[in-house]
């Protein structure tokens, strides 16, 4: 399978790497990051040992047809992707991003668009992707139900080693995610913690309830997604990425614009969601004084 990946950063690289493996990979992301794959290949290391030598560039190649387009970019740079992949005619395209609304925008400019969440863990530096946890993709249509499109990318991903699985509820599976996000995104980088401080420490209460706020506002959706399930999944979270730092705490970090809009600050929409709504508002005012927005 020709696949492009766009948004080579950590997730991307990572997923990348390894389908290229045993598919006909392109990978579009930062100069120093491509140009290090380009002159010495990519390798993966840490719970996976794989050295590759993929199509590494900063732009997407004009004129060139690919079968899947795997977006990785941060959400406020979704419209830029999507104009960008119309010159390359993605038979299929796969949302790997944070935050809800992606997939809507993406399907603005491109067809067959799949929604997908992922657990694997990945950190990187110029030339390298080190792999800090093996999780799983599930991907499916937007909108929930069954494609063919789903089908054959998940077993592209089998193929070159990855874990898959096409689910039919994404929509369920996406407010579910949001809701992990909510949780622990905006509390660590805030209080610039890892994530396992949020266990039985101070901010645990304010994580649970930016979860369950989003539970709430999932059901204004018409998504059957209560508020012990999306504590359930913060805590299986925080246990599991105990040692992480959220990509939203690196971004406040190297004060780079965050995710927030798309997390807590799209749950802050809808009604009686006052802690998101503060936490959106907190993290939004950190930005706009560093001119970030």
């Not at 050295?51 to 079968?67: I, L």
């Not at 309830?209 to 506002?217: C, P, Q, V, Y």
């Not at 999306?230 to 190297?254: C, F, G, P, W």
Request: with cysteine.
């Amino acid at each position: 399978m020709k696949i492009l990946v766009f948004g080579a950063g950590s997730l991307g690289s990572l997923i990348g790497g390894m389908l290229a493996r045993v598919h006909d990979v392109t990978m579009v992301g930062r100069k120093p990051h491509m140009r290090s794959v380009r002159d010495g290949g990519l390798v993966v290391e840490g719970k996976m040992d794989v050295r590759v030598t993929p199509n590494a560039r900063t732009t997407v190649p004009a004129s060139a047809s690919v079968d899947l387009a795997i977006v990785t970019v941060k959400s406020f740079d979704t419209s830029q992707a999507a104009r960008a992949l119309v010159r390359c005619e993605p038979h299929a395209v796969l949302s790997l991003q944070n935050g809800l609304g992606n997939e809507r925008i993406l399907s603005e400019h491109l067809d067959g668009v799949l929604a997908g969440t992922c657990t694997y863990g990945a950190t990187y530096e110029p030339g390298r992707v080190r792999c800090t946890g093996v999780g799983e993709i599930v991907l499916g249509p937007p909108d929930g139900g069954r494609s063919k499109h789903a089908d054959r990318v998940a077993s592209a991903f089998e193929a070159a080693g990855l874990i898959a699985t096409v689910a039919e509820d994404m929509p369920r599976r996406l407010w579910e995610k949001l809701a992990v996000n909510t949780g622990i995104n905006a509390p660590t980088a805030l209080a610039r913690i890892k994530n396992g401080e949020l266990d039985a420490g101070p901010a645990t209460e304010i994580a649970e309830t930016a979860a369950r706020e989003t539970a709430h506002a999932a059901r204004q959706e018409g998504i059957d997604l209560t508020g012990d399930e999306v504590v359930e999944a913060v805590r299986r979270v925080i246990d599991a990425t105990a040692d992480n730092t959220s990509s939203m705490l690196q971004d406040v970090r190297s004060e780079r614009p965050t995710e927030i809009d798309a997390i807590n600050g799209y749950v802050a929409e809808y009604d009686d969601t006052p802690v998101n709504t503060t936490l959106a508002g907190l993290l939004r005012a950190w930005e706009h004084e560093r001119g970030l927005r």
